[in-house]
């Protein structure tokens, strides 16, 4: 007989940006303003990450688009190969997202798209320690995430290729 699984994902939502810790909520606004740096004139989505260190380097990415489409690239993506570039050995403790549509002051929530949760999960098994993840929520609220595991349940990794 199939049984059926229940997977569980853990998700801790904050009401507000006041209920973030200092550290937290000044990540979430590098990320804020990261999204002020997008190149986005196809979609008019402004996305930002910040990626804070163990270094405590702060690591900025925004969308960067493309008259040809697929070759753009999501913020989180930006920051993270940013990251690796810059301080390839370096922990990543958290990233940041955030989101508005151009020339708004309201930032709207946003969820990693798939590819980005691939990738940021790929550097979560390199350095064998969890990446936290800062999102803003529905109504203003904040998620906040202790591992990319709980946005990739089932992953692909480099075990899966059994080489
Ligand atoms: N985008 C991101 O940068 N991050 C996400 O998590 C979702 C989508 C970008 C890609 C594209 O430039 C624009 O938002 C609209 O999809």
Same mark, same amino acid.
């Given at each position: =007989?199939? *049984?059926?699984?229940?997977? !569980?994902? !853990?998700?801790?939502?904050?009401?507000?940006?006041?209920?973030?810790? *200092? !550290?937290?909520?000044f990540l979430l606004n590098e990320a804020r303003k990261a999204s002020e740096? /997008?190149? /986005?004139?196809?979609?008019?989505?402004w996305? $930002?990450?910040?990626?804070?260190?163990?270094?405590?380097e702060v690591i900025w990415g925004s969308n960067q688009e493309n008259a040809a489409y697929p070759s753009g690239l999501c913020a989180e993506r930006t920051a993270i190969f940013s990251a690796s570039v810059r301080f390839p050995n370096e922990i990543i403790k958290?990233?940041? @997202? /955030?989101? *508005?549509? #151009? $020339?708004?002051n309201d930032f @709207?929530? @946003?969820?990693?798209?798939? %590819?980005?949760r691939q990738v940021m999960s790929e550097y979560?098994? #390199? !350095?064998?320690?969890? +990446?936290?993840?800062? =999102?803003? $929520?529905?109504? *203003? %609220?904040?998620? @906040?995430l202790t591992? +990319?595991?709980?946005?990739l349940p089932l992953k692909f990794a480099k075990e899966s290729l059994n080489l």
């Open positions: =007989m199939p *049984k059926t699984h229940q997977l !569980q994902i !853990q998700i801790t939502v904050f009401e507000n940006e006041n209920e973030l810790s *200092k !550290q937290d909520l740096r /997008a190149y /986005a004139p196809y979609s008019n989505f996305v $930002g990450a910040a990626i804070e260190l163990q270094n405590g958290t990233i940041a @997202i /955030a989101a *508005k549509p #151009k $020339g708004s @709207i929530a @946003i969820s990693p798209c798939g %590819s980005c979560e098994n #390199k !350095q064998e320690k969890p +990446i936290r993840m800062i =999102m803003e $929520g529905a109504d *203003k %609220s904040i998620y @906040i591992s +990319i595991a709980d946005l």
